[in-house]
């Protein structure tokens, strides 16, 4: 197991990680770091992943100085690696919106967690980012992305996902093989709010999408979010059960 470490805007770094056993062609489960004076993480990653992930965070700013722990939604991948990350950061916090403090985290977690309103900034020193609540977008009641105000990066979780591996950093296409994906395996809770959800992020004007299963996306960021939006939208019809 091999965490690979890409800078993809300034003092953002995507480290990711292959797994050849996840899936039919393996999976890629990326975690962002923000290098601030109070750095951040977003997504920590599988349990039996953080040798490997630490050790990469670790290359960037040493364990003991991470600050906030963050994550999209509550899911092994996302969370998995929560408390060990605790225990390595003593002055670390995990951040999360209010709906999963509630309901998860507040019990999960080793230490108190800092419940983030929608749209509330933390101010990292250099960086700041703002939590937006996005419920069941793709999946999950307490689902929510990051922006860091700054640099324009979106950390947009779940959207967009393939399977495999690819590029670290890429301007090209992704909308076909996410429709592939979610065709194929579909994971994301569509309803009425799902497109009108995503075409408000393609508001932000993002400069770069950090993705969590897929590269990260230096294109017309934009685009391709008013583009799966009215994708997802086309979705909407009864599907048979059984």
Same mark, same amino acid.
């Given at each position: 197991?091999?965490?690979?470490?890409?800078?993809?805007?300034?003092?953002?770094?995507?480290?990711?990680?292959?797994?050849?056993?996840?899936?039919?062609?393996?999976? +890629?489960?990326?975690?962002?770091?923000?290098?601030?004076?109070?750095?951040?993480?977003?997504? +920590?990653?599988?349990?039996?992943?953080?040798?490997?992930?630490?050790?990469?965070?670790?290359?960037?700013?040493?364990?003991?100085?991470?600050?906030?722990? +963050?994550?999209?939604?509550?899911?092994?991948?996302?969370?998995?690696?929560?408390?060990?990350?605790?225990?390595?950061?003593?002055?670390?916090?995990?951040?999360?919106?209010?709906?999963?403090?509630?309901?998860?985290?507040?019990?999960?977690?080793?230490?108190?967690?800092?419940?983030?309103?929608?749209?509330?900034?933390?101010?990292?020193?250099?960086?700041?980012?703002?939590?937006?609540?996005?419920?069941?977008?793709?999946?999950?009641?307490?689902?929510?992305?990051?922006?860091?105000?700054?640099?324009?990066?979106?950390?947009?979780?779940?959207?967009?996902?393939?399977?495999?591996?690819?590029?670290?950093?890429?301007?090209?296409?992704?909308?076909?093989?996410?429709?592939?994906?979610?065709?194929?395996?579909?994971?994301?809770?569509?309803?009425?709010?799902?497109?009108?959800?995503?075409?408000?992020?393609?508001?932000?004007?993002?400069?770069?999408?950090?993705?969590?299963?897929?590269?990260?996306?230096?294109?017309?960021?934009?685009?391709?979010?008013?583009?799966?939006?009215?994708?997802?939208?086309?979705?909407?019809?009864?599907?048979?059960?059984?």
């Amino acid at each position: 197991m091999q965490t690979q470490i890409t800078e993809i805007a300034d003092r953002i770094y995507r480290l990711s990680t292959y797994l050849s056993e996840a899936g039919p062609t393996g999976f +890629t489960f990326n975690q962002f770091l923000i290098d601030a004076e109070e750095p951040l993480l977003f997504h +920590t990653g599988l349990r039996n992943t953080f040798p490997s992930v630490s050790d990469a965070v670790a290359t960037i700013v040493p364990l003991r100085r991470l600050r906030w722990i +963050t994550f999209g939604h509550f899911e092994a991948d996302e969370c998995g690696a929560m408390n060990q990350f605790l225990a390595a950061a003593p002055d670390g916090v995990v951040a999360h919106g209010e709906v999963g403090v509630m309901v998860s985290i507040i019990d999960q977690a080793d230490r108190m967690p800092r419940a983030l309103r929608d749209g509330e900034v933390l101010d990292l020193g250099g960086k700041r980012v703002r939590r937006i609540d996005t419920p069941h977008v793709p999946h999950g009641w307490d689902a929510g992305l990051l922006f860091e105000e700054t640099t324009g990066t979106l950390l947009a979780g779940d959207l967009f996902t393939r399977g495999g591996t690819y590029p670290a950093l890429t301007e090209g296409d992704l909308l076909e093989e996410a429709i592939a994906f979610e065709t194929n395996l579909p994971y994301s809770a569509i309803t009425a709010r799902t497109a009108p959800t995503i075409d408000a992020l393609a508001a932000l004007a993002p400069k770069t999408l950090g993705l969590m299963h897929n590269s990260a996306y230096a294109g017309d960021c934009a685009a391709a979010l008013h583009g799966l939006a009215a994708w997802y939208g086309s979705r909407l019809e009864p599907i048979p059960i059984g």
